[in-house]
């Protein structure tokens, strides 16, 4: 995990959201998410936050607001610019407040499998993995007011 304490970081394990569930049976794939997991997240040493909305019939996550250090590692990295950037992409319900796409990590400039639970009203645990799932890190993002 480098410096990139919030959105790299947290996303290079990658929204570590992505832990180490892998791929499987997609139970709601196509359905409309709740709107329960729409909304603002944080991070948690709180460097970066998201707004999650539908893309199409799938969820997504932009990057609404980063600190000036996290963006300069995301450039550093080669990364475009982190505001306005999809760190989550892609993501189908695959179960009960579950679902499964990609995170970029903007600290690699690169995007990995990931997971995203509800874990409550106001909490999200993004996972994210490489090496088919060997090495996975999650963190709890937090819903903003």
């Not at 999809?86 to 600290?107: A, E, H, I, M, N």
Request: charged content about 15%; proline content about 6%; glycine content about 12%.
């Amino acid at each position: 995990m480098t410096k990139f304490g919030g959105a790299a970081g947290f996303a290079v394990l990658v929204f570590a959201v992505t832990l180490g569930l892998t791929p499987g049976a997609t139970h709601g794939s196509g359905a409309a998410q709740p709107a329960a997991v729409h909304g603002t997240w944080i991070n948690p040493k709180r460097t970066v936050t998201v707004v999650t909305s539908p893309c199409g019939q799938l969820l997504c996550g932009t990057v609404i607001s980063a600190t000036p250090e996290v963006q300069a590692i995301a450039k550093k990295a080669g990364a475009p610019p982190l505001v306005g950037t999809k760190l989550l992409r892609d993501y189908r319900q695959t179960g009960k407040d579950k679902w499964q796409g990609k995170v970029f990590v903007p600290d690699r400039n690169a995007s990995y499998y990931s997971t995203i639970k509800q874990v409550g009203a106001n909490q999200l645990k993004i996972s994210g993995c490489i090496l088919g799932g060997l090495l996975c890190k999650s963190q709890i993002w937090t819903r903003v007011s």
